[in-house]
């Protein structure tokens, strides 16, 4: 069974543009969690989702956003690039949402802001 | 608030060495702790996950402990080998939310 697949792996942005990341859960997973690494924050929750609607959402401001289609697939959004956007976003999907629905990772979007 | 914290930040050993990873959190209202290992530039690779209920896990060389009224967590890693260099974090999933809370990680480094 294929695991999380992110897109794209890399990406290189200008500060003020905006930039749209995907996510592809595992077959049959329906809850998708994003979360950004940074070196000086490490990693923090951003938001997840289940069947098309949001469930939880950590505290980052209004430019990020995201959104599941009904295939499960994962998109998030951020607008107006700051060069502290600059990070490791991963994505993360489970069977179902809940606490007792092991996270499965995967391998992450690189995101430079220049 | 929960807060999470490892210990130590990074740590270098000889191949061979029996080590411990530390992990402490601040809320005991936990659903399940788990510990991740993540490769530079890569993703995470899940390790070993203990529910509330259970003090242990083992997998292979890995042997994790819980101890939720104290608000602890071990990794132990036996006879280490240099492929095991890579950062190792913990996360706690609390009961009153359904994201991972994670520690800042313990970048560990086994030379030959």
């Known amino acids: 069974k294929a695991g999380v697949t992110q897109t794209p792996r890399y990406l290189i942005k200008t500060r003020g543009q905006q930039v749209t990341l995907s996510c592809s859960p595992i077959?049959?997973?329906?809850?998708v969690s994003w979360y950004q690494q940074t070196p000086g924050q490490g990693l923090q929750f951003l938001f997840e989702?289940?069947?098309?609607?949001?469930?939880n959402k950590g505290n980052f401001p209004g430019r990020f956003s995201g959104r599941q289609f009904s295939n499960s697939r994962s998109e998030m959004n951020v607008s107006t690039l700051e060069l502290g956007d600059s990070a490791l976003y991963l994505c993360?999907?489970?069977?179902?949402?809940?606490?007792?629905?092991?996270?499965?990772f995967g391998p992450g979007t690189r995101l430079t802001v220049t | 608030k929960q807060e999470v914290t490892q210990i130590p930040a990074a740590l270098s050993v000889p191949e061979g060495e029996n080590l411990v990873l530390n992990c402490s959190f601040t809320?005991?209202?936990?659903?399940?702790l788990q510990w991740f290992r993540q490769d530079p530039g890569k993703g995470l690779t899940s390790l070993l996950l203990?529910?509330?209920?259970?003090r242990e896990q083992t997998s292979g060389r890995l042997n994790a402990s819980l101890d939720k009224s104290s608000g602890r967590s071990t990794l132990y890693i036996a006879a280490s080998q240099p492929g095991d260099s890579a950062t190792y974090l913990c996360?706690?999933?609390?009961?009153?939310?359904?994201?991972?809370?994670f520690g800042t990680g313990t970048r560990l480094q086994v030379f030959p």
């Open positions: 989702y289940f069947s098309e609607t949001q469930r």
């Open positions: 809320d005991s209202a936990i659903y399940n």
């Open positions: 203990i529910q509330s209920s259970q």
């Open positions: 996360a706690v999933r609390p009961i009153n939310t359904d994201k991972l809370i």
């Open positions: 993360a999907s489970s069977l179902r949402f809940g606490a007792s629905y092991e996270q499965y």
């Open positions: 077959s049959g997973h329906r809850s």
